[in-house]
């Protein structure tokens, strides 16, 4: 283990600004009502007069294809409205509701692709957890001589997403992981002079996460336990460290909804 005084540095991500590119099967909403060119039902000799004069705004839809000219976009489905919530509706504001399920159902809509350039947002879920795998570049131990270690590891995380900003996340991770400590004199006992052993660490963490897209940058606190501390007493053993990492986000449990709401 290299020991070194050092000041913690401050974590900072300089992320430059970045523009979607909505490309096919993704989930995009539009800024304004857009006018459609045409319109097709995906179930054969259903009629599609009920339709929209234009696609509203605050809808889901799907992109199922593009061309230099044309974009299809499909709305995720709605659930039906029931008797009683048009009933309800009615009651309430003297007027019938209007059932999007009947309107955007099963329909692709053509637009221009001048149109949907200029209106198109990719949607992003927002409230969603994700597991990944990080690995730390350094870990510092405040213990004793300040000290710090840079020997292989690799952790996974479960993260939670709290909040959003200029399209970085904000997150929360637990994790553990597994990794190598080098042993010697000086930093444990049981080992003969001049004596170097690497031994297997267990990790627990958890930390302070930013997101931009899959990359992942973080501050974090934990543990590390040697499966054989009662052969060489490592004076850090059990002991809180500090550390600053670096992820990539492997896949997401989305529980934002993937259907559209009436």
């Known amino acids: 283990m290299k020991k070194l005084k050092i000041y913690f540095p401050i974590l900072t991500l300089f992320i430059s600004s970045f523009v979607f590119a909505q490309d096919k099967g993704d989930i995009i909403t539009l800024d304004v009502p857009t006018a459609k060119s045409n319109v097709q039902s995906l179930i054969s000799g259903q009629t599609t007069t009920n339709d929209a004069d234009f696609l509203e705004t605050g809808i889901k839809y799907k992109v199922i294809s593009k061309s230099d000219n044309t974009v299809q976009l499909q709305a995720l489905n709605f659930d039906?409205?029931?008797?009683?919530?048009?009933?309800?509706?009615?009651?309430k504001y003297g007027v019938a509701k209007k059932d999007l399920s009947e309107i955007y159902n099963n329909k692709i809509y053509t637009i221009s692709r001048s149109d949907f350039d200029a209106n198109a947002n990719k949607f992003e879920?927002?409230?969603?957890?994700?597991?990944?795998?990080?690995?730390?570049?350094?870990?510092?131990?405040?213990?004793?001589?300040?000290?710090?270690d840079t020997e292989f590891n690799l952790n996974s995380t479960l993260n939670w997403s709290f909040a959003y900003t200029n399209n970085v996340s904000i997150n929360l991770q637990v994790g553990a992981g597994i990794g190598t400590v080098g042993l010697n004199t000086s930093n444990s006992s049981g080992l003969s002079d001049n004596e170097a052993q690497d031994?297997?660490?267990?990790?627990?963490?958890?930390?302070?996460?930013?997101?931009?897209?899959?990359?992942?940058?973080?501050?974090?606190?934990?543990?590390?336990?040697?499966?054989?501390?009662?052969?060489?007493?490592?004076?850090?053993?059990?002991?809180?460290?500090?550390?600053?990492?670096?992820?990539?986000?492997?896949?997401?449990?989305?529980?934002?909804?993937?259907?559209?709401?009436?």
Do not use: C, H
Request: overall charge positive; proline content about 3%; charged content about 20%.
């Open 80 to 91: 039906k409205l029931t008797a009683k919530e048009k009933t309800d509706y009615q009651t």
């Open 125 to 148: 879920p927002k409230e969603r957890l994700s597991i990944g795998l990080l690995t730390l570049p350094f870990k510092a131990r405040p213990q004793g001589d300040f000290s710090f």
């Open 199 to 262: 031994v297997s660490t267990i990790t627990f963490m958890s930390g302070l996460m930013l997101q931009y897209k899959k990359v992942q940058a973080g501050i974090y606190i934990g543990v590390d336990n040697i499966n054989n501390q009662s052969n060489y007493q490592w004076e850090s053993n059990g002991n809180m460290w500090f550390g600053f990492g670096i992820g990539y986000d492997l896949f997401n449990l989305t529980l934002a909804s993937e259907s559209n709401k009436q």
